[in-house]
């Protein structure tokens, strides 16, 4: 049976500052980083002794919390950038307040390919493009447990690849987690069943991770 563990990176500095994330690359808050010690501790209370990959978007704040994750299984991290948030393009960075004020609705007939009017950002074709195609070379790998450690957004589509919905119709699709949360995949070696075994757990957070 494969298992995928995704894991969206505790608290950032962007969260505490109320900055736009995207690719801006800022590192784990304290409290984060607490948070990401409560998420290793409760994926090695699901997984235990067995044999584990991880793989981590590069930005800061995933990869501190893949290591602290690899640290308590004593194993290494493989980073794949394609793991990354959508990119804001203009407003990375920028306080939050000023991407609220000039963020555009996006266009029902257009979901897909539409472009704020922000420069340098990604459409969500282009964003699942990337995600699904880091998916297709994590899902090729032998190993069959594994740790993904991704961002909020991105998350959406790691599980859309995951159970097989084209990208023309992930135009629509939203499952919101909040950070530092655990999303159990599970596919089963009968039937070859993908099923989304949790969504977005964050109890291990209200157990003593602040």
């Known amino acids: 049976m494969r298992t995928i563990f995704v894991?969206?990176?505790p608290e950032s500095a962007h969260h505490v500052e109320k900055r736009v994330g995207g690719w801006f690359d800022t590192g784990?808050?304290?409290?984060?980083q607490a948070q990401a010690g409560a998420i290793a501790q409760a994926l090695f209370a699901r997984i235990g002794n067995r044999p584990v990959e991880i793989v981590s978007s590069d930005l800061l704040r995933a990869s501190e919390t893949a290591d602290t994750i690899a640290d308590l299984f004593r194993t290494g991290i493989t980073v794949n950038r394609d793991l990354r948030e959508?990119?804001?393009?203009?407003?990375e960075g920028r306080p939050q307040e000023w991407l609220d004020l000039r963020h555009e609705s996006t266009p029902e007939d257009?979901?897909?390919d539409y472009r704020n009017s922000?420069?340098?950002g990604e459409t969500r074709r282009e964003l699942a493009t990337r995600i699904y195609g880091a998916m297709d070379a994590i899902m090729a790998r032998p190993c069959d447990c594994q740790i993904v450690v991704t961002h909020g957004f991105a998350l959406t589509f790691v599980v859309a690849k995951w159970i097989g919905m084209p990208i023309h119709a992930a135009g629509w699709v939203a499952f919101k987690v909040a950070s530092g949360s655990i999303t159990h995949l599970e596919q089963d070696d009968l039937w070859q069943s993908r099923a989304v075994v949790s969504l977005g757990d964050v109890a291990h957070l209200e157990t003593g991770a602040d």
Do not use: E, F, P, Q
């Open 7 to 9: 894991v969206t990176h």
């Open 28 to 32: 784990l808050t304290k409290r984060g």
């Open 86 to 91: 959508i990119s804001y393009g203009a407003a």
């Open 110 to 112: 257009d979901r897909l």
């Open 118 to 120: 922000l420069t340098g």
